[in-house]
């Protein structure tokens, strides 16, 4: 069966994001972006792996959950940012004119698309943000991987933004980084 894994960059104190999506505090640079590149250059989007020199193989991911505002927040450098993988984003305001043709668009339970995407054949699940998502679909993580980075900002979106109810998750591996970025990937407990 695929896993859903929730990789994603999250400051000191919990936030995927600042103030109005901002993402423009987590560093685009240091010794974390080579391994962004050698281990998940999946979750790149076009236009980085482009001006990167590389392409994505579909190894570690071939489709991406979105919510709209995690969509929305890329559509200044492209309306297709991960075409090299099925993307599916969830929204209950936005309609089919909104994304292009290769996006699903869903307004259904998102427990739902995860169950049946993990029955399918392939690679693995990315679960790319925001917070209300991954709290709608908390019970469906197989895996965190948390790119956490040496600042805090204080507001903007959490990690996961739903009320209390705790989940547990066992630490599998820790890497530091010179740049300060510490990678944590987590298994369900």
């Not at 894994?5 to 901002?22: E, F, N």
């Not at 991954?134 to 204080?154: C, F, G, H, T």
């Not at 547990?168 to 987590?186: A, D, I, K």
Request: hydrophobic share 35%; net charge negative.
């Amino acid at each position: 069966m695929r896993e859903l894994t929730y990789y994603v960059a999250v400051s000191l104190d919990g936030r995927i994001s600042g103030p109005g999506d901002d993402y423009s505090a987590f560093p685009v640079e240091g010794d974390h972006i080579e391994m962004i590149k050698s281990e998940y250059r999946d979750t790149l989007p076009t236009v980085g792996l482009q001006m990167l020199g590389l392409t994505a193989d579909g190894s570690r991911f071939d489709t991406t959950l979105m919510g709209w505002n995690t969509y929305a927040a890329g559509l200044e450098h492209t309306r297709d940012p991960y075409p090299h993988t099925r993307q599916y984003v969830f929204s209950r305001t936005r309609g089919p004119d909104d994304v292009p043709g290769g996006i699903t668009l869903t307004d259904e339970d998102p427990v739902d698309v995860v169950r049946r995407l993990k029955k399918e054949e392939g690679t693995g699940i990315w679960l790319c943000g925001g917070g209300l998502l991954a709290s709608a679909l908390v019970d469906e993580i197989d895996r965190l991987v948390l790119k956490v980075n040496p600042i805090v900002l204080q507001e903007g979106t959490p990690l996961f933004a739903a009320p209390y109810a705790p989940h547990t998750f066992r630490l599998e591996r820790s890497t530091p980084y010179r740049s300060g970025v510490m990678v944590n990937e987590y298994v369900r407990a």
